[in-house]
């Protein structure tokens, strides 16, 4: 099983409402990462937590804050959002942070709309 | 700090065709490099994961390989077929760090 698994699907929120993005993955993968992507961009990363701590954080905005609560599970809190932050968010995982256990898999994304 | 390029950035071919996409990257102290593919509005695919130890990986009709010592890496797709189009990234890991990715090579394979 090489699946990462994020809810929901698509989200549309206004400027003012609090909303979480949901990761989940089962492959013991003690790595995981939320980047996000713009249309016809690649992807740019945004957090990184290894073994549940976080360690890459490239200067994200607080309004949105990330939580590891366990190995298999990583959420993105949403708070007071602007339009600009509409794009597609995506979770990956990799068994580590470098060399041979590097592979990232990716999740299908999170469609997010601010109006 | 490593750099993706992708060349083309996009690429139209009949269905039937050996196409060859390329990747070079900056850091030749690259510990591995990953190719994707992602449909539009979709997430991202792997398709072949190249160790720095690598010379080439294969999986079915695609073949990619590593030239450390000039930067470059391709992605050799055999006998396209319309299902092959997409947007194809590469994406270079070195040291401690994370995933840099090219911009991508939008793909399209006509029946």
């Known amino acids: 099983d090489t699946e990462v698994t994020q809810t929901p699907k698509h989200l549309v929120m206004g400027m003012t409402n609090k909303k979480s993005l949901k990761c989940e993955q089962h492959?013991?993968?003690?790595?995981m990462y939320w980047y996000k992507q713009k249309a016809k961009k690649p992807p740019e990363l945004m957090f990184v937590?290894?073994?549940?701590?976080?360690?890459i954080n490239e200067s994200v905005p607080s309004r949105f804050s990330p939580e590891c609560p366990n190995s298999s599970l990583l959420n993105l809190h949403l708070h007071a959002l602007q339009p600009e932050d509409s794009a597609l968010y995506l979770c990956?995982?990799?068994?580590?942070?470098?060399?041979?256990?590097?592979?990232?898999?990716f999740g299908e994304g999170s469609r997010l709309t601010v109006l | 700090k490593q750099e993706v390029t992708q060349i083309p950035a996009a690429l139209s071919v009949p269905e039937g065709e050996n196409l060859v996409l390329n990747c070079s990257f900056t850091d030749s102290a690259i510990y591995n490099l990953q190719w994707f593919r992602q449909d539009p509005g979709k997430g991202l695919t792997s398709l072949l994961l190249?160790?720095?130890?690598?010379r080439e990986q294969t999986s079915g009709r695609l073949n990619a390989s590593l030239d450390k010592s000039s930067g470059r890496s391709t992605l050799y797709i055999a006998a396209s077929q319309p299902g092959d189009s997409a947007t194809y990234l590469c994406a270079g890991r070195s040291g401690y760090s994370t995933l840099t990715f090219g911009k991508g090579t939008m793909l399209l394979v006509s029946p």
């Open positions: 990956a995982s990799s068994q580590g942070l470098a060399g041979a256990t590097g592979e990232l898999f």
């Open positions: 492959m013991g993968h003690r790595a």
């Open positions: 190249i160790q720095s130890s690598q």
């Open positions: 937590y290894s073994y549940e701590k976080l360690s």
